[in-house]
């Protein structure tokens, strides 16, 4: 059973000033979530989460969470600048990027930002264009995991990450260059749903911790657990539960780390999608219905507000606001306007008959939502609205106008008078 955070009389009231379609968030959601995540891992002195930026790279959602401790995690330039701009700096900043281009290098040391590594030649490049900092963090790719799926696909296909061999000329070569600290990540699954997740992959690298320490003497200040804690996007998935989490990760720290002397090893995570994605939801209105060979119903949005169902074929249920206990008597295919036949928010879903004008609440989408929005057949993003704990709803992002499609074309000289 999904329960949307708004009622159709809190929608309508809301539509009265924002039509939709827009993406709205519960702060309340948000808060407690992140509240009870930082409780699993309160037993860690150094314990930090770097909030994933690209899930919802919005300040409005960002500072919910950067005033009650997270730092950003990074990937690009303007999500460097985004953080600057919010006055997260330094060592609050993870910049875990891939095929990095120079310039983000550079802000990132500029802005003494942990760099991630994602590849051994990446020292060398970045000693080059940026110099070495005293702290360091390298992305391991072990080749074989246990718990993979889909969206990552198998370890040894991915594209991320130095190699066990690597990791430890890497470490030599970093010592030599003068670095003092090191950390180590892994992401190695996405929207992960068993509790084993985490602890799984913490003893993976706090043994490769252990041995790298021994090999080469590094000194290891943190470990880097990244992103992957899914959500339950079926309503008739069960959610992780957090504290067993830490409960695990807390029992692995103790069984490889502590008898090694390392207990001041930091513990850090990436997360985003864990942190935002029930706590966010696009509501558009139906606006056509058609019957042909299927019964489709069609919205004033589109894939360009919410493209994982067309991308990945992901799941999000849907909720016709007002109707959550009427019986679910019609199959339809609930799509979108672009012309792409991908477009499509749920295929064969079996729904409340749904009339025109009604409110469709779409769950889950406030991770990795309007984020990965596109402006593809021309369409304009949806914007942004939070609920306040207080019940008051603020606009955190207008919808895009036309002015913003116009701003990078260029019409000068392809009509000039003769
Ligand atoms: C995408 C990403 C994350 C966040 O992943 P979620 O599945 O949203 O938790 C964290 N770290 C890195 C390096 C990523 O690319």
Request: net charge negative; aromatic share 10%; charged share 25%.
């Amino acid at each position: 059973m999904k329960t949307p955070f708004i009622t159709l009389e809190k929608a309508r009231e809301i539509t009265k000033q924002f039509p939709t379609p827009f993406h709205i968030y519960d702060e309340k959601g948000i808060i407690e979530n992140l509240e009870r995540f930082k409780a699993a891992f309160s037993w860690n002195k150094g314990f930090r989460e770097y909030f994933a930026v690209k899930a919802t790279p919005t300040p409005g959602i960002i500072k919910l969470l950067t005033d009650r401790g997270c730092g950003t995690d990074c990937s690009s330039l303007t999500e460097l600048m985004l953080s600057e701009k919010m006055g997260i700096t330094g060592e609050r900043i993870m910049f875990s990027s891939n095929a990095t281009p120079p310039e983000e290098f550079v802000l990132a040391r500029k802005l003494g930002a942990i760099i991630n590594l994602d590849d051994i030649t990446h020292i060398d490049f970045l000693e080059r264009v940026a110099g070495l900092p005293e702290t360091i963090c390298c992305r391991y790719n072990p080749g074989v995991f246990t718990i993979s799926n889909s969206i990552m696909d198998e370890p040894s296909n991915a594209k991320y990450g130095f190699t066990r061999p690597q990791l430890s000329e890497g470490f030599k070569t970093l010592l030599s260059k003068g670095v003092k600290h090191f950390g180590l990540h892994a992401f190695l699954s996405s929207n992960t749903s068993t509790e084993e997740y985490y602890p799984t992959l913490a003893r993976e690298l706090f043994k490769t911790a252990v041995e790298l320490k021994k090999e080469t003497g590094a000194h290891i200040s943190f470990i880097n657990l990244s992103g992957g804690i899914g959500i339950p996007y079926y309503p008739d998935q069960a959610p992780n539960d957090i504290a067993l989490i830490g409960e695990g990760v807390k029992k692995a720290y103790e069984e490889i780390l502590i008898p090694e002397g390392m207990d001041d090893v930091a513990i850090y995570t990436e997360l985003g999608r864990y942190m935002l994605a029930p706590y966010g939801a696009l509501v558009a209105t139906a606006i056509h219905r058609k019957d042909t060979h299927k019964h489709y119903i069609g919205l004033d949005s589109c894939a360009c507000d919410l493209m994982r169902p067309a991308m990945y074929g992901a799941y999000h249920h849907i909720t016709v606001l007002g109707k959550e206990d009427a019986p679910k008597v019609q199959t339809y295919d609930v799509t979108g306007s672009l012309c792409e036949n991908n477009d499509k928010f749920a295929v064969d879903r079996l729904l409340p008959e749904i009339e025109m004008g009604d409110l469709i609440y779409i769950h889950d989408a406030g991770a990795h939502g309007r984020a990965m929005g596109y402006n593809y057949n021309g369409k304009l993003r949806a914007g942004e609205l939070l609920l306040h704990t207080d019940g008051s709803v603020e606009m955190i992002r207008r919808r895009e106008t036309p002015e913003d499609y116009f701003a990078t074309l260029d019409f000068t000289g392809l009509f000039d008078e003769k």
